[in-house]
């Protein structure tokens, strides 16, 4: 199937915020190599990063089939504003285990969702491409999931620390949500097929089932999703400091092979 | 002029670099096609997106089948369809791995779901999971696991109650 022009861009836009996403949570999650709460999740925490760099890398890839870029310089070279990313994804965790296990609850069930519904597209390479990482994506959720529980249900300590993470982000899960222009092309052209708002219903119950089961709450506006802009390349303030860290090599000399 | 056979049994000798089991048994190998005589193309599944063990898998496979008399070049492609399962693995694959200490999911089997955790108001450490996947030392079905991530993408480690060893346990997908 070949991609018709009008497509072309909108198609690029979806590759780019599902890749920019999942770049930027594994470097968010890198940051606790050698730092985790305890061995295994130090491991945990630099597989996962790992897994999500290495998706991001084959997304770039195929937005590069469209752009005629490398994945390097799509990953690397681009200024904060032409990133495609949500807030969610941006903040820092302060090294708050809590924190970071709050974003991945809300950040891992929505990326098996969106990626449930590209394994069903018409587009193959996206199809094929989605099959494959919705499975290694699934593992994350687990994860994610019984550690939420397993904290939630802890001690006083525990619980009250998850509490806390999750009050914290929860006004920023909806970002995730966020449109951009072209989107309805690419829904009627069955590249992305489905719709946001039945996927919304499943993602906010999913997330309440674990919640629930944990005993904990999150307050999260039902309806219409906030609109910050980072679909639209509006960023929050901490993603300049991030790729600027990120980038720090591939800015010295760009396209050297390392 | 190379058969399809002779392509087989040299990808045969080609291990996975982690782990002592061929790529074949491994179920990386999709289809060998034979090109114009002498012209080489193998198409293999990967295992996990962007592992890096591929691009050595790739240049071994090179080598091996590039070394048949009367091959005159190989093409080696990374397909996503069908995606690769642990359940490509084979029955002697499998029987390899175990002897190593490394388990691999039933076929067909599931990912374990976060169903059995049980706690109570004030218990320090909630049990991650329990779980019916059998030690590859001793056989005893009473074992944990210790992590969904292992050292490396593709494994999950596990610990068995009765005879106190870690051992890993490929992850399902």
Redesign the interface.
């Known amino acids: 199937m070949n991609i018709a022009p009008n497509l072309q861009a909108p198609l690029t836009q979806l590759l780019l915020s599902i890749a920019d996403d999942k770049l930027l949570l594994g470097a968010r999650n890198s940051d606790w190599t050698g730092l985790g709460p305890i061995l295994e999740e130090d491991i945990a925490f630099s597989h996962l990063a790992q897994d999500e760099i290495a998706h991001a890398q084959a997304l770039y890839e195929l937005a590069g089939e469209l752009t005629g870029q490398k994945a390097d310089d799509i990953a690397m070279g681009r200024p904060a504003h032409e990133f495609r990313s949500a807030a969610i994804v941006e903040v820092p965790d302060e090294f708050d285990w809590a924190t970071a296990l709050a974003r991945k609850l809300f950040c891992d069930h929505f990326d098996v969702l969106r990626l449930e519904r590209m394994a069903n597209s018409e587009w193959k390479p996206l199809r094929d491409l989605a099959k494959r990482m919705a499975a290694e994506e699934r593992v994350h959720v687990e994860h994610t999931d019984s550690w939420v529980i397993r904290l939630g249900r802890g001690t006083p300590q525990s619980r009250q620390r998850m509490q806390s993470a999750i009050d914290a982000l929860a006004p920023l899960a909806t970002t995730l949500f966020e449109p951009y222009d072209g989107l309805k092309l690419l829904v009627d052209a069955k590249i992305y097929p489905g719709s946001d708002f039945p996927m919304y219903d499943q993602w906010l119950q999913q997330i309440t089932g674990v919640l629930d089961q944990a005993g904990l709450h999150a307050t999260i506006n039902v309806g219409e999703p906030d609109d910050k802009g980072g679909r639209r390349g509006v960023h929050t303030e901490h993603l300049k400091p991030l790729l600027d860290e990120m980038c720090e090599v591939y800015r010295i000399e760009p396209g050297a092979a390392w | 002029m190379p058969t399809r056979d002779d392509i087989l049994n040299a990808l045969r000798e080609v291990p996975d670099p982690e782990m002592p089991i061929s790529i074949v048994d491994l179920g990386l190998i999709e289809a060998v096609r034979v090109h114009d005589g002498d012209g080489v193309e193998v198409q293999m599944l990967?295992t996990?997106?962007?592992?890096p063990a591929l691009d050595m898998i790739a240049g071994d496979v090179k080598a091996k089948v590039g070394a048949i008399a009367g091959v005159s070049s190989v093409d080696v492609r990374w397909?996503?369809?069908p995606?690769?399962?642990v359940d490509r693995i084979s029955r002697a694959g499998r029987e390899s791995l175990r002897a190593h200490g490394v388990t691999v999911p039933d076929r067909g089997s599931r990912?374990?779901?976060?169903g059995h955790?049980i706690?109570?108001e004030?218990?320090?450490?909630?049990q991650?999971?329990t779980s019916a996947v059998p030690c590859p030392y001793c056989g005893s079905r009473s074992t944990t696991l210790?992590?969904?991530?292992?050292?490396t993408?593709c494994r999950t480690?596990y610990y068995c109650e009765k005879c106190r060893n870690s051992f890993e346990h490929l992850?399902?997908?």
């Open positions: 990967p996990f997106i962007g592992c397909v996503f369809d995606p690769w399962t990912l374990p779901v976060a955790i706690g109570a004030g218990e320090p450490l909630v991650l999971k210790e992590s969904p991530f292992g050292p993408r480690i992850k399902r997908v």
